[in-house]
């Protein structure tokens, strides 16, 4: 699978409410599209993302074909420790595409 993209905040306060962005490039074909020939494109989806947050799962979502290419994913986890979260999307053809962000927690809650 393609690349990925994570906005997020580097650092946080204990309880601080962090908001998450997640895209992931990919061509999210449902099937039903013809090419420039007449022939069914071949489906080719994104079907489940996974945000884990310190070794828990936080975020879950699937994916069906009516959503757009390069889906966009957008989230919000409470700042508890520092740790990495890890983002998995898996698609319909075994392809898995995994990035990691650490967020700093600091300071007085």
Do not use: Q
Not at 61 to 83: D, L, Q
């Amino acid at each position: 699978m393609a690349s990925a993209r994570i906005r997020m905040p580097a650092k946080a306060r204990p309880g601080e409410v962090v908001d998450i962005r997640a895209l992931v490039f990919h061509p999210m074909e449902s099937g039903f599209r013809p090419d420039n020939v007449g022939r069914p494109i071949p489906r080719h989806i994104v079907l489940h993302f996974v945000c884990t947050y310190a070794g828990e799962e936080v975020f879950r979502a699937r994916f069906h074909p009516g959503i757009a290419a390069n889906p966009f994913t957008s989230f919000s986890v409470v700042a508890t420790t520092s740790a990495e979260l890890v983002f998995t999307w898996t698609d319909d053809r075994g392809g898995v595409t995994v990035e990691r962000t650490r967020l700093e927690v600091t300071g007085a809650g």
